[in-house]
């Protein structure tokens, strides 16, 4: 392993042999040692002491499988000690007291041949009732991330959707990116819109998409440092592997109904929650793309079926937005589900991937180790 420690004695052996210049190409999960070692010929015993500390590393622990996470751990600074020989300026031994740690992500949910239908960003006055009578036609059921916002501005589609049976979920009150406003305001969000939910529909949601969502496969711990917040509230943070793509656009207008199609189809072994959107632009498109889905996904054999609704969920009331934390129990075992029971194993992996091409651009819609 080349750590900090055995970085330092190899660059002072390569001096000693007349190098000039060191370049250094990281490798898999390889983190940068001290770079601060890098061009530092004379390093003292102040800077040699920094590396009894251990920053955590910058790639994510992901186990299981399946479009529901849940945050297992959360980063945690290591500790070694080391024995150092001044006479020939290298560490004759090393010890790693304790190990640094990234996040350890739970991925749960997955499924065989079943999948469910999401929306995010409505309710929306002119696409909501539209998909809805979709899904009243074809007898689907369906989840409706709201927004705040839109809600305040139209309870009774909200309405609408609980009283047809649809799950709703919490997508935040302005939708913000998430990862650039304060924990407060996080708190604030989640907040506003679940005790919006509560006096309109008199239930609680345990279900929350962060704005911008998390279809793609992380690889940094920045990219989901804020959702732990949104779990120690009580939520289940839900993802969705297959994604429409019905947020992008096409010189200015919505990507055509086939594209849609195609998108989801493509995609449909791939995971178990599909991501639509009823509101936050022109969905025209989507509605036109719904039915079709719809059809194509039970020809080719998938079942759609609620994937949340838990059986402990009820129309009860608390002093907060804080939901029933067993909602987050039994992470590694089985997580039971009404109408959709969701095995994850635990399995570890660890998944180190780029970003699927395509990745939806932030600014041009409103959705949308040890070193």
Known sequence: MLDAITGYNQLRASERLGVQGTVMFRLGSLRYFHLAYLGRHSPDDAIRQTLTDIAPGPDLIL???????????????????????????????????????SYDIDQ????????AITFDDGPDPRWTPQILNILKEKSVPGTFFVIGVATSENPEILKREYAE????????????????????????????????????????????????GIDHQPEYAEEVAQLPIAQDMGYLIVGQKIDSHDWQQVAGAQIPEQEIINNVM???????????????????????????IIDALRAQGLRIRFGFRPHWQNARRSDDAAVD???????????????????????????YRRHRAGQRPRANHRHSGAD
Not at 167 to 188: L, S
Not at 271 to 291: E, K, S
Not at 332 to 347: E, I, M, T
């Open 325 to 351: 934390r067993r909602a987050l129990a039994g992470s590694r075992g089985w997580l039971h589900f009404r109408n959709l029971s969701l095995a994850a194993r635990g399995n570890r992996h660890h998944l």
């Open 266 to 292: 493509r995609q449909a072994e791939d995971g178990n929650i599909i991501l639509f959107h009823d509101g936050g632009g022109d969905r025209a498109h989507t509605v036109l793309a719904l039915p079709r």
């Open 63 to 101: 186990e299981g499988n399946g479009d529901v996470w849940r945050f297992g751990d959360t980063p945690k600074r290591g500790k070694r000690s080391f024995t150092y020989d001044a006479a020939t300026d290298l560490f004759t031994d090393e010890n790693y007291e304790a190990y640094p740690l």
């Open 165 to 212: 049976g649809h799950e709703i979920g919490n997508h935040t009150y302005t939708h913000p990116n998430f990862d650039e406003i304060t924990k407060t305001q996080i708190r604030w969000e989640l907040n506003l819109t679940q005790r919006l939910i509560e006096s309109t529909i008199g239930v609680k949601s345990i279900l929350f998409r962060p704005p911008y």
């Open 108 to 115: 749960i949910g997955a499924a065989k041949k079943k999948v």
